[in-house]
């Protein structure tokens, strides 16, 4: 059987530099037009790069990162730092003013108030969070059911919302007081009560646009459940708008806890938290400032950090500034 003869090109034939044999006028295309490599463009950023990214950007974002920073560190680690018991009273030295033995000086009855700030922060920073965490475990997962499934369901839940949001945060912290006997942790539970429609209401809002867009739509459309879908795409585009609430809602916490155990309806003796280290100070604080002006000056560091922290993570985590 003959074989079959291939057709040969009249074009000449070089050889490159890998030792190919290559038409010619390929050799001449390519030299004439070189080609080029487009640089490989970068990933977006997450959400969480982009917001530290210009967190670093605020100098008064960062003096509120540093702050809470060192009073976090204070709470846990203060116990063990203070040099004396805060129990621990002197009364021939009561009301003694800032020395080398008590370095913020000495409260009505003798006790150290420096040691008494330290142990006092884990109280008041602990339970200031803790108002928060109420808030966040009740307020969230009604606002994702109101938002998400709507009709008679976002109707109850919001007029109760709107009644609650009707008395003001102290009022009603009050009012749910005088029904639970005085202390620090039922202080706790009126105030993050306080807080639950606050969350109800941003992640509803935030839960009414999400439902709407495409890929919740896509979801919906293959099938996925309910659950699903509020566990993979609404809550998780929830999040931002609810950081931001919580962490301005920790430096409210704060001042209602201290606001109650100033009145004597929160923390009891001889716990020193700082609200009532303030309540305790009211007797001699006009010959002895000094026992109003450090405890003070905690609740304000401390309120003033979480603050400026809550308003440079509200710009960071604006998605119209990405």
Known sequence: MEGRSLPVSNCPLLFNGAGLCIPAHAMETTEQHPVTTQPVS???????????????????????????????????FGPSLA??????????????????????????????????????????????????????????????????????????????????????????????????????????????????PKFARIVRGSALVIQEADYVQAARALGASNLRIIAQHVFPNCLAPVIVVATLGLGNGILYVSALSFLGLGAQPPLPEWGRMLAEAREGFIHAPHVVIFPGLAIMMAVLGINLLGDGLRDALDVRLK
Request: proline share 6%; aromatic share 8%.
């Open 42 to 76: 970068r990933p977006p950023d997450s959400l969480a790069r982009h917001a530290w990214r210009q967190l670093r950007r605020s100098w008064s974002a960062m003096v509120g990162l540093i702050l809470v920073i060192f009073l976090t560190l204070i709470a846990v």
């Open 83 to 196: 040099p004396v018991d805060f129990r621990e009273m002197a009364p021939d030295a009561a009301l003694a003013p800032p020395d080398g033995d008590a370095w913020f000086g000495r409260d009505n009855l003798g006790r150290d108030i420096f040691s008494r700030i330290l142990y006092g922060a884990h109280l008041t920073l602990g339970v200031g969070a803790g108002t928060v965490l109420i808030g966040l475990l009740i307020g969230v997962p009604l606002g994702l059911i109101s938002g998400f499934f709507g009709g008679i369901i976002d109707q109850l839940i919001m007029r109760l919302v709107d009644i609650m949001l009707a008395f003001p945060d102290y009022l009603l912290a009050l009012a749910l007081m005088a029904a639970l006997s005085p202390n620090l942790k039922n202080a706790m539970i009126a105030i993050g009560l306080v807080f639950i």
